[in-house]
Nanobody, 118 residues
């Protein structure tokens, strides 16, 4: 069964850190570009970070630059989002997305909740 499973969310204090993981099942992650998105209550889903298949192209939304790091381990079929120095605005459901390019499937995970609270 093809699916993406996120984990690592939870509650963290401002200034703290979390590491999110997204594991792919049923397909080979190395052939897909990967992204992390987030959606806060009442807001649209936004792209947080993106990484190419070979990790040579990485991009971030301005609000997380210098604090978040996206990475991937194709041997483990896993993509990560290291979140450092979090703030209240980082509270959201975080989703990973796999996209295979033109004519190929797009897969979404079910999400993992991140809550920043003191």
């Amino acid at each position: 069964q093809v699916r993406l499973v996120e984990s690592g969310g939870g509650q963290v204090q401002p200034g703290g850190s979390l590491r999110l993981s997204c594991v792919a099942y049923g397909f080979t992650l190395s052939t897909y570009a990967m992204s992390w998105y987030r959606q806060a209550p009442g807001k649209e889903r936004e792209l947080v970070a993106d990484i190419s298949r070979t990790s040579d192209i990485i991009s971030y939304v301005d609000s997380v630059k210098g604090r978040f790091t996206i990475s991937r381990d194709n041997a483990k079929n896993t993509v990560y989002l290291q979140m450092n120095d979090v703030n209240y605005e980082d509270t959201a459901m975080y989703y990973c997305k796999a996209r295979g390019g033109p004519g190929r499937p797009i897969y979404w995970g079910q999400g993992t909740q991140v809550t920043v609270a003191s």
